[in-house]
Every structure is written in structure tokens, then in C-alpha cells.
T-cell receptor, first 114, second 113 residues
Framework: KAGVTQTPRYLIKTRGQQVTLSCSPI?????VSWYQQTPGQGLQFLFE???????NKGNFPGRFSGRQFSNSRSEMNVSTLELGDSALYLC?????????????FGSGTRLTVV | DAKTTQPNSMESNEEEPVHLPCNHS???????IHWYRQLPSQGPEYVIH???SNVNNRMASLAIAEDRKSSTLILHRATLRDAAVYYC??????????????FGKGTHLIIQP
């Protein structure tokens, strides 16, 4: 069974640009959530999607957005990139919502903003 | 958010059992206890989760205190590949949407050969 697939694995962008990251969840998983990991802040929750609707959002500015498609695949977008957005972006999928389900994480997309 | 407290680091010997503690004194009735681990340059890996009863899987066992204010992740026979940061997290569903996982600093587990 294929795991959570994130593309691309590595990305270098210039300040002010925008970026779109992609996540394909495990087949049958309907919940997709996104996390940002930096050395200073650790792993922080960005948002969670279930049935194409954003169900919850972390404490990040509006430059961070996402969406989920009918096949549960998800994308996140960061506009007007700042140097501080350099991080590992992780996607996690789960069969459903809530604590009764474990999350499976992808390997992440390493974004570097220069 | 309900929080967890873990030791910053622990050290164990290869092929011996490892008991990783986690305190969560403000846990609510709907909070599941999750454990994940992360190796360098990789995404977190699911280990185990439970609500009230002890849980076992091929990777580990989860022992939950009767009052649910603490839990212990048990690796029965540690190998060098178990060296990682282990996160104990409370996860719940709060009506409108699932709460995201709140990662703390975790426990850095060191395995000595």
C-alpha cells in the first residue's frame, strides 16, 4: 500500500514568490493535515481538510492556504514568500477525523526561500 | 490545548526494553493518547495510540494509567534503529473539526550498542 506522497521533495524559491506544494494521501484516507517544521519552532499545525472542507486551522497568517480535491489529494499554497517560511512542510493523512485515527506522515517538502 | 510533559532525553542499551514516560494531567475524556517518532530528515512516524486500555502492536506497547493522567510507551527490545525523537500527543475531535496534533519537544531516545 502506497504511503503519503509529497511533491516536490525540495524547492528553492525567491522572497516574494508564491509556492504550491502537493500531497497525495493514502488511498481511502479522507483527512489531510499540513504541518510546518523549523528548528526554532518545531512542528506546528497549519490546517486540516476533510471532505474538501477546511475543518481547522493553526495560528498562521493568511498567506498560507490550502485546498482538498474530491479524490482527497491536497495542495497548500504560500504567497509572498518570506525568508522565515523556509521549513520542512509535512502532510499527514488519516482515514477520518478525530483522535481515534492515527496519522500517517509523508516525507515532506523542504522549502528554502532565498 | 491539553499538554503533555516528557523528559528531554533518555538513554538505553540495545536489546533492552525501553520505557518512555508521558504525563498529561489535564487530559479530557475525549483525548486519545498518540505516540509518534521522528528520525533525522524524515517525517514523523506513527507508533501507537489508545484511549483507556493498554494497546499493543508490532512496534510497541502503550500502558495507560487508570486515571489516564500518565502513560508509558514501551519498546520491548530496543535496536539502534529505534533511536529517534518520540512525541507523546493528545488528539481529540472537537465538534467542528479535528484538533491538529500539537507537537512538543519530545524525548530524544539514545540507544547505546
Amino acid at each position: 500500500k502506497a504511503g503519503v506522497t509529497q511533491t516536490p521533495r525540495y524547492l528553492i524559491k525567491t522572497r516574494g514568490q508564491q509556492v504550491t506544494l502537493s500531497c497525495s494521501p493514502i488511498s481511502g484516507h479522507r483527512s489531510v493535515s499540513w504541518y510546518q517544521q523549523t528548528p526554532g519552532q518545531g512542528l506546528q499545525f497549519l490546517f486540516e481538510y476533510f471532505s474538501e472542507t477546511q475543518r481547522n486551522k493553526g495560528n498562521f497568517p493568511g498567506r498560507f492556504s490550502g485546498r482538498q480535491f474530491s479524490n482527497s489529494r491536497s495542495e497548500m499554497n504560500v504567497s509572498t514568500l518570506e525568508l522565515g517560511d523556509s521549513a520542512l512542510y509535512l502532510c499527514a493523512s488519516s482515514p477520518g477525523q478525530g483522535g481515534s485515527y492515527g496519522y500517517t506522515f509523508g516525507s515532506g517538502t523542504r522549502l528554502t526561500v532565498v | 490545548d491539553a499538554k503533555t510533559t516528557q523528559p528531554n532525553s533518555m538513554e538505553s542499551n540495545e536489546e533492552e526494553p525501553v520505557h518512555l514516560p508521558c504525563n498529561h494531567s489535564t487530559i479530557s475524556g475525549t483525548d486519545y493518547i498518540h505516540w509518534y517518532r521522528q528520525l533525522p530528515s524524515q517525517g514523523p512516524e506513527y507508533v501507537i495510540h489508545g484511549l483507556t486500555s493498554n494497546v499493543n502492536n508490532r512496534m510497541a506497547s502503550l500502558a495507560i494509567a487508570e486515571d489516564r493522567k500518565s502513560s508509558t510507551l514501551i519498546l520491548h527490545r530496543a535496536t539502534l534503529r529505534d533511536a529517534a525523537v518520540y512525541y507523546c500527543i493528545l488528539s481529540a475531535y472537537s465538534g467542528g473539526g479535528a484538533d491538529g496534533l500539537t507537537f512538543g519537544k519530545g524525548t530524544h531516545l539514545i540507544i547505546q550498542p
